[in-house]
């Protein structure tokens, strides 16, 4: 059974950083593109970038990118965001999944419980 932890959200300021990490089991980790996904106050869950199963090639979505950067620990299987420049519209629960392959937005798995992260001054 696929399991999702993730933590590391908070309050932070505008301007600010945090880094949030995802720990993964049920699936062979370094088999796998993984996601992070967040969903703000009555909107859809969106997707917030991927990376390939050795971590040398990640994607973004346009709002995030330049300030979001997502890494990977195999041997520890842990899914990393990075997160910089935050503003208030970066305001949500995020999430991690495994996804079907690299370049793909959905993801594979049901959802574990999210970290929520809140932008404000």
Known sequence: QVQLVESGGGLVQPGGSLRLSCVASGRAFDDFAMGWFRRAPGRE???????????????????????FTIARDNARNTLYLDMDKLKPEDTATYYCNFLKQYGDFNALDNWGQGTQVTVSS
Not at 45 to 67: H, I, L, M, Q
């Open 45 to 67: 869950r969106d997707f917030v970038g991927g990376v390939s199963w050795s971590g040398a090639r990640t994607y973004y979505a346009d709002s995030v990118k330049g300030r």
